[in-house]
């Protein structure tokens, strides 16, 4: 019961704290990851959950997916994950809306977990790679910045990050 309240309120945290709260969470939980934005009031912990109100959960948090509600959604996921934390499908629905709300080192876990648990779900190998890109780019635009670098660092990491940001424009966004 502990666990699930520091769970709880971890999950009550800003999203400057998410990151950190997530990186506890993962090591002090085995993976429990946590939504910026998502009230602990929204996740109260339950002593027991059936596969079947999770289910529910999961048709809820689709809905509200479907619906743009990313915050809704992503509390959903949290709550299954921490009560099921060997759902694989789980864990790769949450490293998908971490992925879309730009939290790409949580993405990464997530994703990460979802491939410990089922190592040929491929869709979880492509939000791991998506994620990667994102996490290339933040530490490339840095080190292009820096004269501390190389003349060739620098050509290697710019063409890179044309190559990446080529792959990962938003759809529609003209190149």
């Not at 939000?127 to 501390?148: G, M, T, V, W, Y």
Request: glycine share 6%; proline share 4%; hydrophobic share 50%.
């Amino acid at each position: 019961m502990k666990v699930r309240v520091m769970v709880a309120e971890i999950i009550n945290w800003n999203a400057a704290s998410a990151g950190m709260a997530l990186l506890a969470a993962t090591l002090l939980l085995g993976g429990c990851s946590a939504v910026p934005g998502v009230k602990s009031s929204s996740l109260t912990p339950v002593q027991v959950m059936t596969r079947k109100d999770a289910a529910r959960l999961v048709l809820d948090a689709e809905k509200s997916l479907a619906a743009g509600r990313l915050v809704d959604g992503g509390a959903a996921y949290v709550h299954i994950v921490t009560v099921f934390p060997d759902d694989a499908r789980a864990w790769f629905r949450l490293g998908t809306i971490y992925l879309r709300t730009g939290q790409y080192g949580a993405a990464q876990m997530a994703c990460e977990r979802a491939l410990r648990l089922e190592p040929g779900m491929s869709k979880a190998h492509a939000n791991l790679a998506l994620a990667h890109l994102h996490q290339f780019r933040a530490a490339a635009l840095p080190a292009i910045a820096s004269p501390d670098i190389s003349k060739d660092n620098h050509r290697a990491l710019a063409a890179l990050l044309r190559d990446v940001d080529h792959a990962i424009a938003p759809a529609g966004a003209s190149q």
